[in-house]
């Protein structure tokens, strides 16, 4: 008889598998569980700290997730897979979902570094982010799941779906190939490919091209509500998604941001936003 652990109790219970970092108004939250970085549950309860840390923070405009070394994420770490019990896996795909749901609501912009290969859970990660920018010739990226026998679990059935549209996505799903960022691109699945010169480094490229969307060059309220209207006005009638658009629109209106845009713009400045 198979003896098996829950997916809680698997791993090094003292071990930091998500190192957090401030960079003015940017959080860096970087995945680091070996050679691969493969998440366990473990790693998932601290992205999901760092998450809302970062939501409440009222210094973090964006967040960034990226990869120790040179992998994004591997995915799901498999060992913890095939020793955990079927029940505990089903509460760790729920908590998963959970955390990148977070992730993806919350009213703050985040940005995948994809500094190698997004793998299985790793693209699902990266999915759950606003942006994905790729380190140029580092990795791929795909859902290979199929070839273990089971499915996407982290949200890519639906995610996938929702950026490639559905045909494409059960077939990139069902033949569980990788495709490099030039093809992600022309899906959609990438924002940018990045190149990165002799004695640059990576994380530092995107860090400067994320301060783009930080106070004051950038009106950070105003982003925030962008995301809101678009994640909760896709799911409903085009109606009610038109009614969240003015209700978030109307608090803008009252924003000092909005008097200041307004102002700047009539007195031909740049203007300085406050994220107020």
Known sequence: ??????????????????????????????????????????????????????????????????????????????????????????????????????????????????????????????MACDMRIACAGKGKMGLPEVSLGVLPGTGGTQRLSRIVGKYKAIEMMTMGNLIDWDEAKALGLITSIMEVGEGEEFGAKVREWAAQFTTPRAASMAIGHIKRAVHSGFEVPLEYGLAIERELQAKLFASEDAREGLTAYVGKRTPEFSGK
């Open 1 to 126: 008889m198979t003896e098996y652990i829950r997916a809680d109790q698997y791993g090094d219970p003292n071990a930091t598998l998500v190192q957090v970092e401030k960079y003015g108004k940017i959080a860096v939250l970087t995945l680091t569980n070996g050679k691969f970085n493969g998440y366990t549950h473990r790693m998932f309860k601290q992205m999901d700290a760092a998450v809302v840390d970062a939501r409440f923070d009222p210094e973090i405009e964006v967040i960034i997730i990226t990869g120790a070394g040179s992998m994004f994420c591997a995915g799901a770490d498999i060992n913890m897979l095939e020793k955990s019990d079927p029940l505990s896996k089903y509460y760790f795909c729920l908590h998963a979902n959970e955390t990148l749901s977070r992730l993806e609501q919350t009213p703050k912009l985040t940005i995948a570094a994809l500094n190698g290969h997004a793998v299985g859970g790793g693209m699902e990660i990266a």
